[in-house]
């Protein structure tokens, strides 16, 4: 009895699983039926903070390797 408890609780698990993982799509969504054109995520244009930050750790580096 408990073995066949213990089996449906798998069996149902497993089937929920399967049910919940079918939708799940890989790929960003396509803006046409084409198979090469996907929506690209908007950009966002750096504080000038962030710009100094990233201009001093491009040169710090470019100082290290030359």
Do not use: W
């Amino acid at each position: 009895m408990k073995s066949r408890k213990i089996f449906h609780t798998f069996a149902v698990t497993a089937l929920v699983a399967g049910i919940c993982s079918c939708s799940y799509e890989e790929q960003p969504p396509k803006t046409t039926d084409s198979d090469s054109d996907y929506v690209l995520p908007a950009g966002e244009i750096p504080s000038a903070e962030e710009t100094e930050i990233v201009n001093a750790a491009r040169m710090e580096y470019e100082d290290a390797t030359n």
